[in-house]
């Protein structure tokens, strides 16, 4: 059993920076994703890295501003988040699953995270 949990989410200005944390606890020999979800809107990914953190993929919306990265040592994934626009106003959830390919195509996932609320003004 792996518990996710995230942190870092908060109120930033159009064009600041955060940092999302998510802390596994258990097992953690997993990729690891990011997704968001708007208020009336779908779940979207966001990004995605693999469990050695060689391999790593970003939503179109993101790419370029968004950098996901992880420590298996602290069994802690990370999203920094420059640039951050009001469209990115979400709740953030963070996810473990099989492979990265799984969780960016399909969104299933053995595990989530709680969310932690983004909000970005203009």
């Known amino acids: 059993q792996v518990q996710l949990v995230e942190s870092g989410g908060g109120l930033v200005q159009a064009g600041g920076s955060l940092r999302l944390s998510c802390a596994a606890s258990g097992r953690s020999s997993y990729a690891m994703g990011w997704f968001r979800q708007a208020p009336g809107k779908e779940r979207e990914f966001v990004a995605a890295i693999s469990w050695s953190g060689g391999s790593t993929y970003y939503a179109d919306s993101v790419k370029g501003r968004f950098t996901i990265s992880r420590d298996n040592a602290k069994n802690t994934a990370y999203l920094q988040m420059n640039s951050l626009k009001p469209e990115d106003t979400a709740v953030y959830y963070c996810?473990?699953?099989?492979?990265?390919?799984?969780?960016?195509?399909?969104?299933?996932?053995?595990?989530w995270g709680q969310g932690t609320q983004v909000t970005v003004s203009s």
């Open positions: 996810a473990a699953g099989t492979n990265t390919a799984v969780l960016r195509t399909t969104q299933k996932a053995d595990y």
